[in-house]
């Protein structure tokens, strides 16, 4: 199974910066797709930033202009470049990545999460 670790969680005061990163281990696999997704006390998870299958980036409303989203293939590694943040983006991150691994019994889906880190903007 493909297993992610995030980091780069913290507090901060609003307006700003916090970079999270989500990176990728386990063995030989391709992604088809990845998203960021946060979920805050009392509050459904929600799909924040991410790559379609075609690999064009894509936001909630609600992020767009201050939430970038990007990855190294290289370093099998994902990034959400948080700018001007808000006390209303306090929640927990994950990162869920979608793919194929390749195994010696041959391929199979995997659909992945990352454990979650903390982001809490608060003055």
């Known amino acids: 199974q493909v297993h992610l670790v995030e980091s780069g969680g913290g507090l901060v005061q609003p307006g700003e910066s916090l970079t999270l990163s989500c990176s990728a281990s386990g063995g030989i696999f391709s992604v088809y797709a990845m998203d960021w997704f946060r979920q805050s006390p009392g509050k459904e998870r929600e799909s924040v930033a991410g790559?379609?299958?075609?690999?064009?980036?894509q936001y909630t409303d609600s992020v767009k202009g201050r939430f970038t989203v990007s990855r190294d293939n290289a370093k099998k590694t994902y990034y959400l470049q948080m700018n001007n943040l808000k006390p209303e983006d306090t929640a927990v991150y994950s990162c869920?990545?979608?793919?194929?691994?390749?195994?010696?019994?041959?391929?199979?889906?995997?659909?992945?999460w990352g454990q979650g880190t903390q982001v809490l903007v608060s003055s």
């Open positions: 869920n990545v979608r793919g194929v691994i390749r195994g010696l019994g041959g391929s199979a889906d995997f659909d992945s």
């Open positions: 790559f379609t299958a075609g690999g064009s980036p």
